[in-house]
C-alpha cells in the first residue's frame, strides 16, 4: 500500500457536533483527494488539494471544508456534522492529474446519529 | 455528477471462469481508469487506458476501449477466489479538470 493513513478509522459522532478527519501521505506527491463513498453512488469527490494551501472544491463540497497546511497532511472538517454525513470517507493522493492514478487510503466510517 | 456507468451492477462466477464488466461514458476523456475494490478497504488501481489506446493487458486482466460508443470493459481470466471484490471504471477529462469521475461499481463474486 502506499503510503497513506487516515484517522480516525472509525467515528460516532451526534448532529450538530464538528468533526475533523486527518489524511496523511508519506509519498511526498502534490495533489490529494477527499471522496465519500455511499451505496449506489460509487466515489464522489468533496474537494481536493493541488499544493499547500491550494484547494479546490469537488461535487459534493457543501458542509465540508478542508485545509493543507504541510504536503503531508489533509484535513476534511464536518462543520456541524447531519445525518445525511453518514458515510466512508476516503483520501486518494496522486502524483499529478492527467494520466496518473490514484493511490487510496483505507478509509473513515463515520456515523452520524 | 457520474460519468463512467458499470454494467452488470453484480455478477456472480465459478473459480475458473472469465468475468466481462462493461462501463459507458458520456463525455470525451482522455483516459479511463480500472480500480479494485475488497470488502472494507481502500481503492487499488489496475488498469490506466489512455484515449488513443484500444486494449491494454496486466496480468489476467484485459480492458479494452472504444471511444466511438463511449465505452470499456475489464475481462478478469480464470477467476480465483481472491478477485472477489467491487470493480469501478473511472474516467479523466479536461472538461471535469482532470479529476476523477467514478460510476457505482460492480460486485463480482467468485464461486469456489
Known amino acids: 500500500d502506499a503510503g497513506i493513513t487516515q484517522s480516525p478509522r472509525h467515528k460516532v459522532t451526534e448532529t450538530g457536533t464538528p468533526v475533523t478527519l486527518r489524511c496523511h501521505q508519506t509519498e511526498n506527491h502534490r495533489y490529494m483527494y477527499w471522496y465519500r463513498q455511499d451505496p449506489g453512488h460509487g466515489l464522489r469527490l468533496i474537494h481536493y488539494s493541488y499544493g499547500v494551501k491550494d484547494t479546490d472544491k469537488g461535487e459534493v463540497s457543501d458542509g465540508y471544508s478542508v485545509s493543507r497546511s504541510k504536503t503531508e497532511d489533509f484535513l476534511l472538517t464536518l462543520e456541524s456534522a447531519t445525518s445525511s454525513q453518514t458515510s466512508v470517507y476516503f483520501c486518494?493522493?496522486?502524483?499529478?492529474?492527467?494520466?496518473?492514478?490514484?493511490?487510496f487510503g483505507p478509509g473513515t466510517r463515520l456515523t452520524v446519529t | 455528477s457520474q460519468q463512467g456507468e458499470e454494467d452488470p451492477q453484480a455478477l456472480s462466477i465459478q473459480e475458473g471462469e472469465n468475468a466481462t464488466m462493461n462501463c459507458s461514458y458520456k463525455t470525451s476523456i482522455n483516459n479511463l481508469q480500472w480500480y479494485r475494490q475488497n470488502s472494507g478497504r481502500g481503492l487499488v488501481h489496475l488498469i490506466l487506458i489512455r484515449s488513443n489506446e484500444r486494449e491494454k493487458h496486466s496480468g489476467r486482466l484485459r480492458v479494452t476501449l472504444d471511444t466511438s460508443k463511449k465505452s470499456s470493459s475489464l475481462l478478469i481470466t480464470a477467476s480465483r477466489a481472491a478477485d472477489t471484490a467491487s470493480y469501478f471504471c473511472a474516467t479523466v477529462s479536461r472538461s471535469n479538470d482532470y479529476k476523477l469521475s467514478f460510476g457505482a461499481g460492480t460486485t463480482v463474486t467468485v464461486r469456489a
Open positions: 486518494a493522493i496522486s502524483e499529478n492529474r492527467e494520466l496518473y492514478e490514484q493511490y
